[in-house]
């Protein structure tokens, strides 16, 4: 491979007396940057692991070409602004003096190791002012990922203002460089876009306050060679791992590189920093393949698993909610009746959704009761006691439903304390869902001290309860805090999300495997700041599974199967009204998390035979789908008629395919799908599961070499040979293959 193959990013810098280069390296990935004491800190390189004469030619290599972008702070790994004003910066402040420029110099470099990952820690202080910002890159010893962000103090007379803070800044070099991003909606999220970076800036941001993956995500991905590919081309991944608004900025200017900026949204959110204080930014995660998107995934998957996810290498149970069964109308003997039903089908888990609570208030509604976390004993007059006995009796486990971070104006929490929640000073609550729905303020001690005494007092009362559906259903609709200083009112929407990861920290050091799903109005919580506190989260409330091939593939671009919950609900589907087969139903759910979300009373009993081999099937390939390595293979955003994936497990011993036809037409021709991952010289034996078909396919049982498999592929029927009542427009296949 020749030299400048090798390159992803790469600054060059002259011969400079005495610079400190450093190496920031993962198994296959490695960041330099130039760490000069005295000097500017310097970007010079991210990709591919080189070779150490390599390196050393990255700092020895003529830079007179591109000299004059140093002045525009291409070099600079960390800009700011004051002394290169025209350009876009990822840091920037009002000194105590009112000076509003900034001018950052190497002062030290430090690193630390344990046995998963190097710290590297660099410190950066302005020249004037008693100003310090480190920048740390942590890179891991078994992941290629390399988490970057800030901590920011100061030692001025006064306080000063932080105005930028972003957690990192990241060029690029321009070529045919594509963007993927991820767009939506509710019932829509996760939607994938894909362009190339032309003349201008893309932002991609939230102001959401609560949520922040429902309209856009903070993952992005840069496909250097040209159009994303899957399987080939070389790769950039970026999560930003934070809960709260964010801001993804790309400038591409007159300099012969695209400037990448994330961090905390810092509109309406300038930060007062007192002296003595540190404020510190999120990590931004990066990663590098040149696998294409998929490799980034498998990378960015694999270092979640590990280090980002809580009890990320533990299976995830298999489990019927409670919600599109019944909504609000719960009661005990319908509790035990699902109970029954999940457990005769091979489930291993029941979650009582909204509807449980409320003493004064019922909540029979989603207009009153938030807040008063008390069962309705009108509705379940044995308790979670009894509950938690039929559980038992049915040989599986229970969860309960809670929304800890809000309340409604319709209960006794908000008669006994309306200063509990976010408020614009003199103005009117502004209300959400219901007309009634109002958020606390997890600014304040107190707030925090109640929400997590709601999950405590659960578990302290119900021990038993295994699962937690911890929902948020409403954005910060009004900027106020009843707790905050008039003067810190701008830090509102920063000190919720502290406040927020203080609750969470509790709850996680005092239950560390309690399971935790983050549901906020469906997808709105899916982020590298939740995930470490959530085992998982609701991919979205649209339960159809055509729209979820969709939903759920951009969501796989950064987060592994088993975060994501996908059930099988009921057919006509509630949300889009689609008549959708059982099968097809079945073999979407059965790429994610499974459960199911449907009254099972209503299924007839071949459905639930059927579900019951579905159930059982995916305990086999459970844990290929969960902790496998995903190639993604033929994607629906192509519009070539169907979509297929497939999870590899580490050995390359075990593989899932997954395909579904995505659009259905006479004479219709879709292309024949190539597998990927497999060890080409292994012999792999083929079996379908969930089949309906009255004839096994015509490669059932038979034996295939890795390398036929991928060159090759198989030829997927486009329908399936069945009885007339179970014909669908919808076909869909899965294949185990061993």
């Known amino acids: 491979?020749?030299?400048?193959?090798?390159?992803?990013?790469?600054?060059?810098?002259?011969?400079?007396?005495?610079?400190?280069?450093v190496t920031i390296s993962t198994p296959r990935t490695e960041l330099i940057v130039n760490a000069t004491p005295g000097k500017t800190l310097q970007h010079v390189y991210y990709g591919t692991r080189l070779n150490p004469s390599d390196e050393k030619l990255l700092t020895d290599i003529d830079g007179a070409k591109i000299d004059r972008f140093e002045s525009q702070g291409l070099m600079n790994a960390y800009p700011a602004y004051g002394l290169d004003c025209p350009n876009e910066v990822a840091f920037a402040c009002k000194h105590s003096d009112g000076n509003m420029s900034t001018d950052l110099i190497v002062d030290k470099v430090t690193t630390s190791s344990d046995v998963n990952a190097t710290l590297t820690t660099i410190s950066l202080k302005d020249r004037k002012y008693p100003l310090i910002v480190d920048v740390f890159y942590k890179a891991y010893s078994d992941a290629d990922v390399i988490e970057t962000w800030t901590s920011i103090s100061h030692k001025e007379k006064k306080p000063i203002t932080l105005t930028q803070f972003s957690s990192a800044f990241l060029p690029i070099r321009r070529g045919d460089v594509w963007l993927s991003s991820f767009y939506g909606s509710w019932a829509n999220e996760a939607r994938l876009v894909e362009e190339p970076l032309t003349q201008g800036e893309k932002v991609i941001y939230n102001r959401d306050g609560i949520r922040n993956s429902h309209t856009a995500h903070s993952e992005v991905m840069f496909s250097l060679d040209g159009k994303p590919q899957e399987l080939n081309g070389r790769v950039i991944g970026a999560a930003l791992c934070y809960s709260g608004n964010y801001k993804l900025r790309v400038e591409t200017g007159d300099t012969e590189y695209h400037k990448f900026f994330a961090g905390i949204n810092e509109d309406f959110s300038y930060y007062t920093l007192m002296p003595n204080e540190t404020f510190v930014t999120p990590a931004l995660a990066l990663t590098y393949s040149n696998e294409g998107k998929s490799g980034v995934s498998r990378n960015i998957h694999s270092w979640a698993r590990k280090y980002k996810i809580a009890n990320g290498n533990t299976e995830r149970r298999i489990l019927l909610n409670s919600w599109e069964g019944v909504y609000f109308d719960i009661n005990q003997e319908g509790m035990d009746q699902m109970m029954g039903d999940i457990a005769s089908m091979g489930g291993e888990l029941f979650v009582m959704d909204d509807g449980w609570f409320g003493d004064k208030y019922p909540r029979n509604i989603d207009t009153s009761s938030l807040g008063d976390w008390v069962v309705d004993s009108r509705k379940l007059p044995k308790g979670i006691e009894g509950l938690l006995a039929d559980a038992k009796k049915h040989g599986i486990q229970f969860g309960i439903w809670i929304e800890p971070e809000m309340a409604n104006t319709t209960s006794e929490l908000y008669e006994k304390h309306p200063d509990w929640v976010i408020k614009a000073p003199q103005r009117d609550l502004v209300l959400g869902r219901g007309g009634t729905q109002v958020v606390l303020d997890l600014s304040n001690p107190e707030v925090q001290d109640f929400v997590f005494s709601i999950v405590d007092n659960l578990m302290a009362k119900y021990p038993e309860i295994a699962y937690i559906k911890w929902d948020a259903n409403m954005s910060i609709m009004n900027h106020g805090s009843q707790y905050l200083p008039s003067d810190k009112q701008n830090h509102l929407f920063i000190e919720y999300h502290r406040g927020f990861s203080k609750v969470c920290e509790r709850i996680r050091a005092k239950y560390p495997t309690l399971t935790i799903q983050a549901c906020a109005s469906g997808g709105g919580r899916a982020n590298y700041g939740v995930l470490p506190y959530f085992d998982e989260f609701w991919v979205s409330d649209n339960t159809d599974a055509l729209q979820r091939i969709f939903m759920q593939w951009g969501?796989?671009?950064?987060?592994?199967?088993?975060?994501?919950?996908?059930?099988?609900s009921a057919s006509p589907n509630h949300q889009t009204h689609r008549l959708v087969s059982l099968k097809y139903r079945a073999d979407v759910a059965?790429?994610?998390?499974?459960?199911?979300e449907i009254q099972p009373k209503n299924m007839t009993e071949d459905e639930k035979i059927f579900c019951k081999k579905a159930i059982a099937d995916y305990k086999r390939i459970r844990p290929i789908v969960q902790f496998g390595n995903i190639y993604r293979l033929l994607s629906p955003y192509d519009n070539k008629g169907a979509a297929s994936l497939m999870y590899v497990n580490d050995e390359k011993?075990?593989?899932?395919?997954?395909?579904?036809?995505?659009?259905?037409?006479?004479?219709?021709?879709?292309?024949?799908v190539l597998m990927a991952g497999l060890n080409p010289d292994r012999i792999y034996t083929i079996h379908e599961l969930n089949r309906i078909d009255k004839q096994p396919l015509s490669y059932e049982?038979?034996?295939?070499?890795?390398?036929?498999?991928?060159?090759?592929?198989l030829e997927i029927p486009y329908t399936h040979n069945t009885d007339w009542p179970l014909q669908s427009s919808w076909s869909s296949r899965i294949l185990l293959i061993e």
């Open 1 to 21: 491979m020749k030299f400048k193959q090798l390159l992803v990013i790469l600054v060059t810098i002259p011969n400079i007396a005495f610079s400190q280069s």
């Open 555 to 568: 969501t796989s671009m950064f987060f592994p199967a088993l975060t994501m919950a996908s059930h099988i």
């Open 590 to 596: 059965m790429s994610g998390r499974l459960g199911m």
């Open 701 to 713: 049982g038979k034996s295939f070499s890795g390398k036929y498999l991928m060159e090759v592929g």
């Open 653 to 672: 011993s075990k593989a899932v395919f997954y395909w579904w036809r995505t659009e259905t037409f006479c004479n219709q021709h879709m292309p024949r």
